[in-house]
């Protein structure tokens, strides 16, 4: 395991230095990763590095101590929390047992007291690592997993083999509940190409599975067990919105399980449906959403909705193996892959004909797999206008080379305008976003949770793509978008400081002071002397 990290806040630059050198911090088994001079800063960087430790002060600018251990808590509950602070406060602080502080230390900070508390911390950070790594724990709870017949149940639900007249009986046998009203499936796929070298594959999976239920499994009402190879949870929901939460949530888990095990953990999020008879279909799509990790990358969560909205059923229906994988690689893979799939699928077609009317088949199975491609996938293929059955009639006299060269023409044709369809999602959200910018930028309520909820979509979805297409954070695009109107207010009006903070959004006068002079290096107020002193 590496080192512990510890983030500092406190305004007071000189008490973190002093802290700081007091200590030799990497034989206790900690390293300082951020230091923050206030408490909106310091939250900001604990969602940046989701340190292990962080140690505030309580009286700081902006956002006390207090607040920001509450909202630590809150958003990060497994980040410890020490708070220091002078003692006129302690009675204060000590009041507010309730958000669980580990450790309530005066000022000024004694060397040998600081050296306890750390050591006593890495104590029972090292406790809390053991028992979620622990061999003999994780054999032990393999053993007393979800029950045989429960699992068997959630299984046969997902490959859509349950009749409705049975339903109700196996609910009331197996004792299960499914208040609903919504569902969905979450498929949670662990890369065994990445696994710990301390760690067993099987454990390993088994460890992921209890943290799925310990951190999802409550609030989500999820059914959790193994099925194909992969962790299955069947999400219920109040709402269809809630899905944009689940999925920011299935997001920060899968870090989570990164930082903790060190395992890579894609999770992927089906529709939404009305009927757990329909989780089936859920189910396929939830795993089209993990193979899109090829595009978004692995250890996150991925909604099928966000990523791909006119393709939330598997499309490729066709029994035959390689058609199954020219289906995939014209949604996933890059074009040379394309054209490779082609070849593999006609010289399939061609060798295992073994009668002309298995030829004539065979096709009749193609131009079906790839209308109802193109029908889920919202694309029209070229020709479709045309009498299909004109169109069969043409491709049963086609040989080798010319339906490869037709079927190559249509798969890239078909690969084009999925990758066209997805930019296009993409760069809507993103303008949206722009544009709601420049029209709301003075509210201060304006954040990335705002935002998010206005165009309905989820943070780390609209997080990955905003910083891909303008290579700046949301929260960076607004401050810089703030500052500049801010810039130019200052030199084309005579409004005090204050007053222009609060025209772009900011109602702390102190606060938009440090931003701007963040941006710019200067104070607003010396930002627009220098500019009179130019153009005078």
Known sequence: MDAYTVLFADDEEEVIQVMMKKLDWASLGFQVVG????????????????????????????MDGMELAHRIKT???????????????FEY???????????YILKPVNALELTQVFTNMKHKLDLEIHEKRNVQILQDYYLKSLPLLQANFYSTLLAGSIQEEELSRY??????????????????????SQ??????ALLLTTSIQKQAEERLGEKWRAKCFSYLGNIILIIQLKDENEVSELTDECDRFCRYVHRILGAVVTVGIGQVCKHILELSRSYDSAREAVSYRAIYGASRAI????????????????????????????RLGPGEAVLKAVKEYTEHLFASAKSLKQHHASIMELMSALYRFSVNNDIELEGESKDLRQMYINLLDLEREELQAWLTDVSLCCHRRLLQARSSSTKSFVTKAKDYIRQNYQEEELSLDYIC???????????????????????????????????????????????????????DPNYFSYVFKRRFGVSPSKYRTEHEQREA
């Open 75 to 89: 958003e990060f509950p497994d980040t410890k929390i020490l708070i220091f602070t002078g003692f006129d406060e």
């Open 35 to 62: 230091i923050a001079n206030n408490g909106v800063k310091a939250l900001e960087l604990v969602e940046e590095l989701l340190p292990d430790v962080v140690m505030t002060d309580i009286k700081m600018p902006y």
């Open 171 to 192: 609910l009331s046998d197996y004792r299960i509940s499914f208040p609903g009203p919504f569902f969905c499936c979450a498929v949670v796929h662990t890369s065994l």
């Open 303 to 330: 909604n099928i909705k966000e990523v791909s909205p006119g393709e939330t059923r598997v499309s490729a229906t066709a029994s035959d193996v390689e058609l199954s994988s020219l289906f995939k690689t014209i």
């Open 453 to 507: 909820e206005t165009l309905g979509v989820s943070n780390a979805y609209f997080s990955t793509i905003f910083k891909k297409e303008t290579g700046k954070s949301f929260v960076g695009y607004l401050t810089d978008y703030r500052m500049e109107r801010a810039a130019r207010l200052l030199i084309e009006t005579n409004d005090k400081s204050y007053v222009i903070g609060k025209q772009v959004g900011y109602s």
């Open 93 to 103: 602080a000590k009041e507010a047992v309730h958000l669980e502080i580990e450790e």
């Open 195 to 200: 696994v710990p070298e301390s760690m067993n």
